[in-house]
């Protein structure tokens, strides 16, 4: 028995010592709506019945029976023990099983507002400037790129993989920090910590390294007390941490947004957003928030899979779970990418929505805050994402380039697909937009305001006019003498342009609608009924004046 206390004494610092370094490395969160901290609490008497069954044991070193199994003394504290793993498994279990939406389908598909939009109220034209026009990957292509020219830094940083899309000073970025590059770079550098972050212009592609007064010296990218998730253990022991991404505010200070799970249905079923920490990651200094005080410039408070998950709970569980899987009556699903959309110094995820037993068109499309979780849909039917894809890679086919997932655009009240085109090395060669009504009308251009105005004849051509301009577009007649004549081709339509002496306008003939307007050049007199538009009139009929 002497060697059996000694073994007791001896595990009880060892079983202090496993769930210490446990508790360091794995950081579980101290809240009941963690599934991690139970593994951790059901470890914990696991470990003290191998405390029990320790002195118990002995090897004996012989071959055929080489650990000899004693009878426990202590049966009863062995089977309380025992019957508490039991206990502790058995509410776990329940309790993830209590928390599906098998049986909560109804507190599911609440768990997300959804309201209905108007298009050309909630999304109007914006400036091109305002519009990302490169996606995450082409984003890490510019960001790769500048790192490579920076000699003072290349060999002891790299760029990290965040690349969080923001709205700064009402302009579309991307922002990552540089991160160590590997064990031995962060000891020699992490006195002064990471000393400069990258951030990318959406829509100019500008690229710029913003070199810090003061080095960021609590990042995911540091080790021990300073690694940011230890950092946040320590100060917030019950909160259980979600998304945390990268940030700066208007004046360019790095900060880390890190949201907080909130669980609303059973122990682990319906999570949301509870409150966020906002952590300097200079200074490491914290400051939480409720949901509804998050300050303005944060953008991402809501991750965008987070958003699209809870929205597909909304979308298909409207009759309950089983409906869901076998008669999918009034089932909406989202497609299958999304992407981002700067409104009102927001970002908003985008995504189509469309019937779960037909992936062959949208029934229409949704926009979600990532900083309020406000949703809102709109009922427009149209082509799917990756039908409007392949239409715009079709019209490039002799290039090989792949379009990037759409960004949805109000083209003159217009619902329309706009996408950029990459070649093989991820770089944007081309744009194109795609109606989403009929995406067999496709326009392409080398900048975006050429592939505007080819956009905008082609939807001229198919007869598509919006309330607005239906209104104003009554028929109005001239008479004048030709000035200058200049003759275009606009996806695969010949055009020509005419200036009469008489105004300053442009009069756009399509010739294949008014073939006679190849009889006549400059210095004759013509009488044109035409209706205006923004750029230019579009002519309906021309005809010699007598």
Known sequence: MKNGKKKKL??????????????????????????????????????????????????????????????????KTFKAILALIIVLAAVYFVGSALSSPVINASKYQK???VEKGEFSEDIAQISYDQIPLLDKDSAQILGERKMGSLVDLASQFEVANQYTQINYNDNPVRVTPLKYAGIIKWFTNRKNGIPAYIKIDMATQKTELIRLDEGMKYTIYDHFGRNLYRHLRFKYPTYMFDDISFEVDEEGTPFWICSTKKYNIGLFGGQTIGNVVLCNAVTGECTDYKI???????????????????????GTLKHGFLNSILGQKDCLATTNGYNYLALNDDVWVYTGVTSITSDQSNVGFVLMNQRTMETKYYEIEGAIEDSAMSSAEGKVQNLGYTATFPLLLNIEQEPTYFMALKDASGLVKKYAMVNVHNYQIVATGDSVNECEQTYKSLMSDNGI?????????????????????????IEGNSHYYLLLNESDRIYDVTVS????????????????????????????????TQ
Not at 32 to 49: D, E, Q, S, T, Y
Not at 473 to 485: N, Y
Not at 514 to 529: C, F, K, M, Q
């Open 10 to 75: 001896l595990l009880i610092p060892i079983i202090a010592i496993i769930l210490a370094v446990y508790y360091y490395i794995a950081l579980p969160a101290i809240n009941i709506h963690n599934a991690a901290i139970w593994k951790f609490i059901i470890l914990i008497p696991v470990l003290f019945l191998l405390y029990y069954a320790l002195p118990h044991i002995t090897f004996t070193g012989n071959k055929r029976k080489p650990i000899q199994i004693e009878k426990f003394h202590k049966a």
């Open 292 to 314: 509804d005080e998050v300050p303005t410039w944060v953008d991402r408070v809501y991750s965008a899979e987070l958003l699209v998950s809870l929205y597909d709970y909304y």
């Open 465 to 489: 006019q919006n309330e607005d301009e239906s209104v104003a577009a009554e028929k109005k007649m001239i008479t004048g003498t030709i000035k200058k004549i200049a003759e275009g081709v």
């Open 513 to 544: 609608a008014n073939l006679a307007v190849i009889r006549y050049n400059v210095g004759d007199s013509i009488t044109l009924e035409y209706t205006e538009g923004k750029d230019k009139c579009t002519v309906l009929s021309i005809s010699e």
């Open 111 to 113: 768990l997300m507002k």
